[in-house]
């Protein structure tokens, strides 16, 4: 099993920053993508960023720019600094990483818990 452990978020003012982290554990053998996806009431999970085991990004239109997803292969950690954060923001974060298991060398999705953040007016 893996586990995805998550810190960060919060609420922020329009205009400000939070930085979203987010570690991998377990019977890892290894990860291909790790990103953050979000969920807004009344509206479906969406993807933020995402980062290659190469360390390729891809970002949602919507926070080009202000975004900025970086990730440690050796820990198994991905980062999400959010700048310039606006109200629509707001969501639950959550991790998602795909593992391939260090026992079955199966790929498998796993999800964190999810982290709230809020960016008020």
């Known amino acids: 099993q893996v586990q995805l452990v998550e810190s960060g978020g919060g609420l922020v003012q329009a205009g400000g920053s939070l930085r979203l982290s987010c570690a991998a554990s377990g019977s890892i053998s290894s990860i291909n993508d790790m990103g953050w996806y979000r969920q807004a009431p009344g509206k479906q999970r969406e993807l933020v960023a995402a980062i290659t085991s190469g360390g390729s990004t891809n970002y949602a239109d919507s926070v080009k720019g202000r975004f900025t997803l970086s990730r440690d292969n050796a820990k198994n950690t991905v980062l999400l600094q959010m700048n310039s954060l606006k109200p629509e923001d707001t969501a639950i974060y959550y991790c998602?990483?795909?593992?391939?298991?260090?026992?079955?060398?199966?790929?498998?999705?796993?999800w964190g818990q999810g982290t709230q953040v809020t960016v008020s007016s």
């Open positions: 998602n990483a795909v593992v391939r298991d260090l026992i079955t060398f199966y790929l498998k999705d796993y």
